[in-house]
């Protein structure tokens, strides 16, 4: 299918189930009521960790440090032809009243080291590290990413957040935390540089001329001379440029700033909009924000995190789901839950009794660290969830249960199938990314039973295509290089362009490249080209 066709009229492409009956295996003939082709959906594999949805007292759990379990969890999700690997990232083990929160699995090795091992043991899917802009410095982190992105043979994908706690910084800068402003600041300028770094050698810079003399060729690696608020880098890059030449870039923040952050810089959001109404909305808010930017709509896809349950029968998964609701939410987890908006020691209360009858107090000693999660006004929460579980009759436990551990798809696979289908075709998102609640295995039965379904509708790739980069397989367009303008950030000057197109890409703009500027200055700025590939 053309991904120009995705960027129309959300109205104008109504989804209809019977009509997908009609033509089940045919993938391009799929279409929706009115003729358009069908979106196709987009997944990734969340591997599970640092909170509570992976119950790790499940029998079936295995070590989530081994690397036999990141392993088995890429292998399988590539076996579904899963687009991207995703793994989140805790810079600090989280702490619930000053003790290690290990109700929730604890400990993480580093995202990156883990990402390069998978790549060996993988060919396709493609490998996102989720990498704070708030507590990384952009030369070492390109680094990485371009390091990543040569040994996947460009798989590589960066979900650039800026994290939301204080806590963490204690363990990474020097002097105070940023406010949230300058946190997504930062993260345009972390960005910038790296883009810089990214752009600085040109696709034929090493020649290895033996005859000649030369390895790399004069002229060919630019330096970069950036400063500005945040940064100071100069000098050249130490990395060739890689197969992407940037990896793909995902973005996870949700507040105004952080989408138009994300209109800006990300190809895709990873969000928490996963319910069909509330994916509607921040759909529409976000591919709006493209429009007033300039941007194709297909150029940045939104997915969700979503939870799932199955059974042989709807009855079935329902009674599972109330299961591994259960398990997911223990008696002192609730409390914990309940302890971040209170703000205070709840541990005496019955959690199959009712919620506190005082408000919030305000939390000095730091109850819950460590957290994304984080509650803006937390009597406003407590009104609101004493007034639902007065009306609905929940205790605790119930009350936690019904917002913090209700999966988003229960169902046959059939029935999530449909329902996953639904949400894309009627954008609520472009697709998912798909969280189990046992590591490693707990992808394994969607794998199984989900995807055929996804399959059959046309609506789900049957197979990779050989030798696709990351961006490639999520149908996006191919970041070029264009000629230099000013940024007006820092002191980075207008200066060459940075060479071709990206590796084994062709491109509009070609630009030569003629090295350093006098002041030793250059900055390249990217634009979008047409889509690579299709959507697949
Ligand atoms: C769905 C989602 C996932 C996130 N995952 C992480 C993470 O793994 N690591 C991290 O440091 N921050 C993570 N964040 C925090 C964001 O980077 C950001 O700091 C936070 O959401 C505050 O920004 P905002 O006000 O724009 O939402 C996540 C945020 C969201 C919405």
Not at 142 to 161: E, T, Y
Not at 397 to 426: D, Y
Request: hydrophobic content about 35%; overall charge negative; proline content about 5%.
């Amino acid at each position: 299918m053309s991904t120009q066709s995705q960027s129309t009229h959300p109205q104008s492409r109504q989804f209809h189930s019977t009509q997908l009956q009609a033509t089940p295996l045919q993938r391009s003939t799929a279409r929706t009521e009115d003729g358009r082709p069908l979106k196709q959906i987009h997944l990734a594999a969340h591997f599970p960790g640092v909170n509570h949805t992976t119950v790790w007292s499940d029998g079936n759990q295995a070590s989530q440090v081994a690397f036999s379990s990141f392993r088995h969890f890429a292998q399988n999700a590539e076996r579904g032809k899963f687009d991207f690997l995703f793994l989140a990232e805790g810079l600090r083990v989280r702490e619930q009243k000053g003790l290690i929160h290990d109700l929730d699995v604890v400990g993480r090795p580093n995202t990156t080291a883990i990402l390069a091992a998978v790549s060996a043991v993988t060919r396709h899917i493609g490998l996102v590290g989720t990498l704070s802009a708030t507590f990384n410095e952009p030369y070492e982190l390109a680094r990485q990413l371009a390091s990543l992105d040569h040994v996947s043979g460009g798989r590589a994908g960066w979900n650039i957040v800026t994290t939301s706690d204080a806590f963490h910084g204690e363990n990474f800068r020097r002097g105070a935390y940023l406010d949230p402003a300058d946190r997504y600041r930062r993260a345009e300028e972390f960005l910038d540089v790296a883009k810089q770094l990214w752009s600085s050698w040109a696709d034929d810079a090493v020649i290895a001329d033996a005859a000649a003399g030369e390895f790399v060729r004069p002229g060919a690696v630019r330096s970069i001379d950036h400063h500005g608020p945040q940064f100071d880098v100069t000098g050249r890059f130490t990395t060739p440029v890689s197969p992407q030449r940037y990896p793909v870039i995902v973005q996870a923040g949700d507040s105004p700033d952080g989408r138009d952050f994300a209109s800006q810089n990300a190809e895709v959001i990873f969000s928490r909009h996963s319910e069909y109404e509330a994916g509607r909305q921040f759909y529409s808010d976000v591919k709006g924000r493209l429009d007033a930017v300039g941007r194709d709509r297909d150029s940045l896809k939104i997915l969700p995190a979503a939870t799932f349950i199955l059974g042989d029968t709807a009855d079935e998964a329902a009674e599972r789901s109330r299961e591994v609701g259960r398990l997911q939410i223990s008696p002192q987890t609730a409390i914990s839950f309940l302890e971040q908006v209170w703000g205070t020691d709840l541990s005496g209360y019955d959690v199959d009794g009712p919620l506190p009858a005082t408000d919030p107090v305000e939390d000095t000693a730091g109850i819950a660290r460590g957290r994304v999660r984080q509650f803006a006004d937390p009597v406003a929460v407590s009104r609101a969830w004493r007034q639902q579980s007065e009306a609905e009759g929940l205790s605790i436990r119930e009350l936690v249960i019904s917002f913090a551990a209700k999966h988003t798809f229960v169902g046959t696979p059939a029935q999530v199938a449909e329902t996953i289908n639904r949400h894309v075709q009627n954008d609520a998102s472009d697709g998912f990314v798909i969280v189990g609640h046992t590591s490693p295995t707990g992808l394994d039965e969607f794998v199984d039973t989900v995807i055929p379904e996804l399959q059959e509708r046309g609506v789900y790739r049957r197979d990779y295509d050989e030798g696709a980069t990351l961006r490639q397989t999520l149908g996006l367009p191919t970041p070029v290089p264009l000629r230099a303008r000013e940024k007006g950030m820092g002191s980075a000057a207008v200066a060459s362009a940075a060479g071709s197109a990206a590796p084994g890409v062709s491109a509009g703009a070609t630009t030569s490249a003629s090295g350093d500027t006098a002041d030793g200055a250059s900055t390249v700025v990217l634009a979008h080209s047409a889509p690579a590939s299709t959507a697949r």
